[in-house]
């Protein structure tokens, strides 16, 4: 979603880290080392160690090595979430039956995933500050409300925005708006500095997921590297749904058909002619539009570097890639 | 396992930290609020908070309220393992088909897990000391540790003692050594104190899996609340089954089974016989008396007071539980 070129003003302390986190799960038990280096083969633009560098480089006091094991932290904690993912893609490409394969994999993807966690906390505690440890894992928490109330509300048409927003908030935009503001911290930047800070990662992980919301029901399947329509697969009710769910002028028919499970190929391909047609698209990405404003005028108090040229391109580029 | 006149104690105090795991599991999102309940309702006996609780009040700075938040977190990292434990065990009872049900079920009990780790984190950064969240986040990666070794291992007819030790030491030890040393610290218990009541937790630890390990061949299935042979079952190998194989003189048919998949209730009754036959309860009942009686001596430099005699008297219990 963001190009790398937006990282350029980081890219060789970016690579540092790339090897910090290599180097962070080549550990003694082959199952664990196997498992983590595969999540971190299987990629990722490391966005939140990104954003924790772009934070701390706003300031004077930008330090690569004492920043690095809270980037190393953050992308583990976000791998945590990722295995548990895979865990639930499992399940669903399956059809709720998995083979022994399918189980065993998910039995070690949960250690995995608490193992990740818990190294990371190792990390985040060497900090001499309470702060850090406090933000974290107050995150963590409030993700895991998300991910519960994300299974809750499944294929539960009578949601509405404020749910919508509830989850998002929590499944992506705090970790997003920690990493910021946790780069902050460790650079030593003052309140103000940091909670603008804050408010820029955060609005700028709402942007983030609601425009990763509509690419699941607009993208070119190749591009999107799976294919679309997943969270009406899923029962997953994102904004675009929301919107049109209420109003297009098929809203029954919709409703009926995203409570439907499973859905057909052909259900998918219907529910997103509803949804375009509706104008849902339109809706959502001004609404990820206003977040993406908020963003770069969170950004304004600060003083003009590089670093806060980058973070306001990573805003503009969600912004560019809407339309 | 360990009789409650052992905690009386603390029995007042013990009482509190119920009440304080019920008020903290109190939360705005019903499905965690639920199973978080529901699992505290399924009870256990609060050993980590009392082992904290106990070590706490080997010194003359016992303060309940200090070692509050430490005792509920304690149980809550545990109950986070039960989840999982529980989730495991779903899928084994269903013969590997969960129905959509058990699977809703194992996603919640995934999140919930996280959720109750993570919140046990808030409340440990709430102690101004580094070295509390240190000790605990270490505990948390060796336990996971633990877990995808049980894992890797099971039905692994060619493990040792060593292999055991390695499991039972993070599966079960290193969480109640952390629990006591966790007290001292918290009260401010000198260095030796600590290590006396680490030493002592360690051990306890070690020899309670041990008796669990040997219950599970040898109890009463009613009084064990479940069929004997689980782990024989599950294949998860414990020191008896370890000690059979090797020495016993039906010593391969004893490994052809074990490593078999599934078993019937009559292959389970016939390796027990094979088990028993071979000494392999008294052996091991004996490695569990070596750690009873280090955890004992462990105590010996602390001055003797109620707290001290009541850890002796667990320490007694187990042991006479073996025979």
Same mark, same amino acid.
């Given at each position: 979603?963001?190009g790398?070129?937006?990282? &350029?003003?980081? =890219?060789?302390?970016?690579?540092?880290?790339e090897?910090?986190?290599?180097?962070?799960?080549?550990?003694?038990?082959?199952?664990?080392?196997?498992?983590?280096?595969?999540?971190?083969?299987? *990629?990722?633009?490391?966005?939140?160690?990104?954003?924790?560098?772009?934070?701390?480089?706003?300031?004077? #006091? %930008?330090?690569?090595?004492s920043?690095?094991?809270?980037?190393v932290? $953050?992308?583990?904690?976000h791998m945590?979430? @990722?295995?548990?993912?895979?865990?639930?893609?499992?399940?669903?490409?399956?059809?709720?039956?998995?083979?022994?394969?399918a189980?065993?994999g998910? !039995?070690?993807?949960?250690?995995?995933g608490?193992? @990740?966690?818990?190294?990371?906390?190792?990390?985040?505690?060497? %900090?001499?500050?309470?702060?850090?440890?406090?933000? @974290?894992?107050?995150?963590?928490?409030?993700?895991?409300?998300?991910?519960?109330?994300?299974?809750?509300?499944?294929?539960?048409?009578?949601?509405?925005?404020?749910?919508?927003?509830? !989850?998002? !908030?929590r499944?992506?935009?705090?970790?997003?708006?920690?990493?910021?503001? $946790? *780069?902050?911290?460790?650079?030593?930047?003052?309140p103000?500095?940091?909670?603008? $800070?804050? &408010?820029?990662?955060?609005?700028?992980?709402?942007a983030?997921?609601?425009?990763?919301?509509?690419?699941?029901?607009?993208?070119d399947?190749?591009? $999107?590297? =799976?294919?679309?329509?997943?969270?009406?697969?899923?029962?997953i009710?994102?904004?675009?749904?929301?919107?049109?769910?209420k109003?297009? &002028?098929r809203?029954?028919?919709?409703?009926?058909m995203?409570?439907?499970?499973?859905? &057909?190929?052909?259900?998918?391909? #219907?529910?997103?002619?509803?949804?375009?047609?509706? *104008?849902?698209?339109?809706?959502?990405? !001004?609404?990820?539009?206003? %977040?993406? #404003?908020?963003?770069? =005028?969170?950004?304004?108090?600060?003083?003009?570097?590089?670093?806060?040229?980058?973070?306001?391109?990573?805003?503009?580029?969600?912004?560019?890639? #809407?339309?």
């Amino acid at each position: 979603m963001i190009g790398l070129e937006c990282f &350029s003003e980081i =890219k060789k302390d970016l690579e540092q880290v790339e090897q910090e986190l290599y180097r962070f799960v080549q550990v003694e038990n082959p199952v664990l080392a196997e498992s983590s280096a595969h999540l971190l083969r299987a *990629g990722g633009k490391r966005l939140r160690p990104a954003f924790a560098l772009l934070a701390g480089k706003t300031h004077f #006091n %930008y330090n690569l090595s004492s920043l690095m094991p809270l980037a190393v932290a $953050l992308e583990m904690i976000h791998m945590a979430t @990722l295995v548990h993912d895979d865990v639930i893609d499992v399940s669903t490409t399956r059809r709720g039956i998995p083979t022994v394969r399918a189980k065993w994999g998910d !039995r070690v993807s949960l250690h995995t995933g608490y193992y @990740l966690f818990a190294k990371s906390l190792i990390l985040i505690s060497g %900090y001499d500050n309470r702060r850090i440890s406090e933000i @974290l894992a107050e995150v963590s928490v409030q993700m895991c409300q998300g991910e519960i109330q994300q299974i809750a509300t499944a294929f539960d048409v009578s949601q509405n925005t404020k749910d919508y927003f509830y !989850r998002i !908030r929590r499944k992506t935009a705090l970790l997003i708006a920690a990493s910021c503001q $946790l *780069g902050a911290i460790v650079v030593g930047a003052p309140p103000a500095w940091e909670r603008a $800070l804050t &408010s820029y990662g955060y609005n700028l992980g709402m942007a983030f997921q609601i425009t990763d919301d509509i690419l699941d029901l607009i993208a070119d399947a190749a591009e $999107l590297g =799976k294919p679309i329509g997943g969270d009406l697969r899923q029962g997953i009710i994102t904004l675009p749904i929301i919107y049109a769910m209420k109003n297009s &002028s098929r809203a029954q028919e919709l409703q009926t058909m995203v409570a439907m499970r499973p859905k &057909s190929d052909a259900d998918i391909a #219907n529910a997103i002619d509803i949804i375009k047609e509706s *104008g849902a698209i339109d809706y959502a990405a !001004r609404v990820a539009e206003a %977040y993406v #404003n908020k963003a770069k =005028k969170a950004l304004s108090g600060l003083p003009a570097n590089p670093a806060r040229h980058s973070m306001q391109l990573i805003a503009e580029f969600i912004k560019v890639r #809407n339309h």
